[in-house]
C-alpha cells in the first residue's frame, strides 16, 4: 500500500478504536480527534502488550480494531485513574 493509504487506515482504524473504547468505558468523550489519538496510541499500545498475536477472525482489519480497542480501554482506564488522584 502507498503511505497515504497506510495512513488513512491507520486513522480509521484509531477513530473506530477510540469511539468504541469511549462507548464501552462511559464518560471519556474525546471528540473525533481525541479519539483518533486514543485510538492510535492504543494500537501502539495493544500491539505491544499482545504482542501481535491476537487472532480473532481471518481479517487483519478486524484484528487491527479489537487490539487497538483493547489498548485504548486500558490507556482510558490508566487516563482515568490519572484524573481521579
Do not use: K
Not at 21 to 40: D, E, H, K, P, R
Amino acid at each position: 500500500m502507498p503511505e497515504l493509504q497506510v495512513l488513512l487506515v491507520w486513522l480509521l482504524i484509531g477513530a473506530i478504536a477510540g469511539w468504541l473504547a469511549g462507548q464501552i468505558i462511559s464518560g471519556y468523550g474525546f471528540g473525533l480527534v481525541g479519539n483518533i489519538i486514543v485510538g492510535i496510541l492504543g494500537a501502539i499500545l495493544g500491539g505491544y502488550l499482545l504482542g501481535g498475536h491476537l487472532s480473532i477472525t481471518d481479517s487483519w482489519v478486524v484484528n487491527a480494531i479489537v487490539t487497538a480497542t483493547i489498548g485504548a480501554l486500558i490507556l482510558l482506564f490508566l487516563i482515568g485513574l490519572v484524573r481521579r488522584a
